[in-house]
């Protein structure tokens, strides 16, 4: 269960860095080959497995010691089912915010990102920062921050801030009417909390980098 903050941080960084077990699950699919449908439209396990993929390959390169690397991988627990979260809640931030008749220009994030440059000592430190700190590789870095942008100004056009039950409420409203729909290996999607919450259907099992298989 996400607390108010640890979700707002979820929004504003898209995902936490995590890694983990991966789910698996016996049975049919609603939606074959889909690890989330949201209005209609799915986003791929493929497309889930090439984003965890670029997180990855950015703590790969900034971390090239061996042992170091895989204390990387050991501290963080759920980057695959955190990565499809944050990819589900931007679709629904960005639906929000359009519907608000919110515009995020390519100066408005450009001014961002300098401004949080200065703040971190330069553009590579921004990058260290954000891919440490939120789990974002540098490729992703602008498109972040437009959707940061997005809830900050989705939050003062309802007169309220990003950790506020206002601006949760009307993710939840936007959430609802986009239909999430999660595939029951990477959890489900909790529409009042705006979350993807475990799954508790027994036929779910995680299967440990070792192979074993443990019932949830």
Same mark, same amino acid.
């Given at each position: 269960?996400?607390s ?5 941080a979820?929004?504003l960084?898209a ?9 698996t699950?016996?049975g049919?699919?609603?939606?074959p080959?889909?690890?989330a449908?949201v ?11 090439? %984003? ?7 703590q %790969? ?9 895989a204390?990387?991988?050991a501290?963080?627990g759920?980057l695959t ?10 679709? #629904?931030l960005?639906r ?10 390519r ?6 990102? @300098?401004?949080?440059?200065?703040? @971190?000592g330069?553009g ?6 954000w891919?440490?700190?939120?789990g974002?590789?540098?490729q992703?870095l ?7 942008l997005?809830a ?8 309220t ?8 409420s009307?993710?939840?409203?936007t959430?609802q009417?986009?239909?999430?729909d999660?595939?029951p290996r990477y959890?489900?999607?909790d #529409?009042?909390?705006v979350?993807? #919450? ?5 036929w779910?099992?995680? #299967?440990t ?8």
């Amino acid at each position: 269960m996400h607390s108010r903050r640890r979700r707002t941080a979820l929004l504003l960084s898209a995902a936490i860095v995590a890694a983990g077990p991966l789910l698996t699950a016996c049975g049919n699919e609603a939606h074959p080959g889909a690890a989330a449908v949201v209005d209609g439209q799915r986003i791929t396990v493929s497309q889930l497995e090439n %984003r965890v993929k670029e997180v990855r390959a950015a703590q %790969r390169a900034a971390v090239t010691d061996d042992a170091q690397y895989a204390q990387v991988i050991a501290q963080t627990g759920t980057l695959t089912r955190d990565t499809l979260h944050g990819m589900v809640l931007d679709r #629904v931030l960005h639906r929000a915010a359009e519907d608000a008749g919110i515009t995020v220009t390519r100066k408005e994030v450009q001014d961002m990102r @300098a401004g949080l440059e200065q703040q @971190a000592g330069g553009g590579k430190g921004l990058e260290m920062t954000w891919l440490q700190q939120y789990g974002i590789p540098p490729q992703r870095l602008d498109e972040n921050l437009r959707l940061q942008l997005e809830a900050q100004q989705l939050a003062a056009r309802l007169g309220t801030d990003t950790s506020q039950p206002a601006f949760w409420s009307a993710l939840s409203r936007t959430s609802q009417e986009l239909g999430v729909d999660l595939n029951p290996r990477y959890g489900a999607w909790d #529409v009042k909390k705006v979350s993807r #919450v475990n799954a508790k259907t027994p036929w779910v099992r995680e #299967v440990t980098s070792a192979g074993t298989q443990q019932t949830t």
